[in-house]
């Protein structure tokens, strides 16, 4: 279906024994087996997921590769996605930075801001009534498409609310954000969240499931590439050094057809790329205040004595590619108005970029590319509902330095990256710098890394766990705590 305000997103049929070679056959006998007890008990009902971006986000990414696996193990499950105006969307990425405790741009979330909220959702039903069956049930992912929650059940649906966001160290901000959305948040089935204590104390325990995100392995930003066409595709780009490359990069997509990452990147930098040989620590992140990719570039260029020859990559979206998130284009404009004023020293070894986004698998290629060719990964987010990019970079043996906030603290463990204070800004540089001097300890780290997310975060762990989630529901029962 497409309409004005809702779009249904065709996506593949996958086969979760393409897995086998990554995760082994018992784990994907374990998705089949939970797959059949779950196909008898849903009996023909559909399962809908609904949330506000097709790409640029970890709630589009997650949908974007489990649904393919869970359509291909005979479960009718189906993707739709909220279009709003940019009201719709301010509103509620206000509500999405006042959850993680930030006050983002210091708007309202008032009665003006509620009835602008209830009316684009009325529209959107008047738009989704028509799809729904009354057996389907409904998985609404994140703030933007909440204030469905009254007339999807009026209508007698049953729903899951999964949220993306959360913080550890709730405030004022986030009890407003909480508020605004909590009569939204009534007679659900069940609620997800990464982690447990992401949910609020007013919930009901029983109904509340932690199910944390997982990366897939095949798509193409995570499966393998040779280091010759990444180290290419950066010249292409313009972020390292290197002989010209005449024509656009080739890659495989899943299918197994030729592909060519022809679009260019939008690179602002000070002089020449980063020199093939020079240690490169990147953060690749939505432009979001709350990944602090000022602070990242704060850090590097005040510490330049202590981090050598390295250079560093501060790399994001086009901004034009992310609907539901209207202050990125702020974001990106006050970083550059920052790098600006930087010594020319500094500005030299500091490279701003913006991937293209028109095509999704071209982007995901490219970020796949620049994971493996860093030396170093940086996410030093100030508040993190998961952070997918810590468990990509990780998946390919690349060392993460990041913020011990949110999800990131249940990724990386001793021994398998840094977790250093996001507000400590020469602690992070000094970790950053360690790293880049010490191969064989980056080399241990990756090893130790790779093998956490083989076996806690790739899609059979979440898979299975949806699959009780969605048993228990079906059968009436109420959700058990995890």
């Not at 590769?65 to 739709?80: A, K, S």
């Not at 969240?193 to 193409?220: N, Q, T, Y």
Request: charge should be negative; aromatic fraction near 8%; include cysteine.
């Amino acid at each position: 279906m497409t309409s004005r305000w809702l779009h249904e997103m065709r996506t593949a049929i996958g086969s979760v024994r393409d897995l086998s070679g990554t995760i082994g056959s018992d784990r994907v006998r374990a998705m089949e087996l939970a797959a059949e007890r779950l196909r008898g008990a849903l009996d023909g009902r559909r399962i809908i997921n609904i949330n506000s971006s097709r790409s640029g986000g970890g709630a589009a990414e997650m949908l974007r590769d489990l649904v393919p696996y869970v359509r291909g193990l005979g479960i009718d499950c189906r993707w739709l996605v909220i279009d709003g105006d940019s009201e719709f969307f301010t509103i509620t990425k206000r509500i999405h930075n006042r959850i993680y405790g930030f006050p983002g741009d210091d708007g309202l979330l008032g009665d003006d801001e509620r009835l602008h909220y209830e009316r684009m959702h009325a529209a959107i039903f008047d738009d989704l009534r028509g799809y729904v069956r009354p057996d389907d049930i409904i998985m609404i992912h994140d703030p933007q498409p909440l204030g469905l929650t009254p007339a999807v059940h009026a209508a007698g649906l049953r729903t899951v609310w999964r949220c993306h966001v959360g913080t550890d160290q709730p405030n004022a901000y986030t009890k407003e954000a909480w508020e605004f959305i909590r009569p939204y948040l009534d007679d659900h089935d069940g609620y997800v969240f990464h982690r447990d204590c992401f949910a609020p104390s007013w919930l009901d325990p029983a109904k509340v499931a932690v199910i944390p995100p997982s990366i897939e392995p095949l798509s193409a930003k995570n499966r393998p590439i040779d280091a010759e066409s990444a180290a290419r595709l950066l010249v292409w780009y313009g972020l390292r050094q290197g002989d010209p490359v005449r024509e656009p990069v080739r890659f495989a997509s899943r299918d197994g057809k030729t592909r060519y990452a022809g679009r260019r990147a939008d690179v602002v930098q000070s002089g020449p790329p980063a020199p093939a040989d020079a240690p490169l620590a990147v953060q690749i992140s939505r432009w979001d205040p709350m990944k602090d990719m000022a602070g990242v570039m704060t850090a590097f260029a005040d510490n330049l004595a202590d981090l050598g020859d390295a250079h560093l990559a501060l790399i994001g979206p086009a901004v034009s590619g992310t609907a539901d998130d209207p202050t990125g284009a702020v974001v990106l404009l006050d970083c550059l108005s920052m790098w600006r004023r930087l010594p020319h020293q500094a500005r030299s070894r500091i490279h701003i970029a913006c991937l293209p986004m028109a095509d999704l698998e071209e982007n995901a290629f490219a970020v796949n590319a620049i994971q493996r060719q860093a030396d170093v990964v940086a996410q030093k987010s100030l508040s993190e509902g998961f952070g997918l990019t810590v468990a990509e970079a990780m998946w390919k043996s690349t060392p993460v330095v990041a913020g011990a906030v949110g999800g990131i603290q249940d990724q990386i463990v001793d021994g398998a990256g840094v977790l250093i204070d996001p507000e400590d800004l020469d602690g992070f540089a000094g970790a950053v710098a360690h790293l880049l001097s010490a191969p064989r300890q980056r080399a241990a780290i990756g090893r130790a890394a790779h093998e956490r997310v083989r076996t806690f975060f790739l899609p059979d762990r979440q898979l299975l766990q949806y699959a009780d989630l969605f048993l228990d529901i079906v059968a009436g029962d109420r959700l058990q705590p995890a």
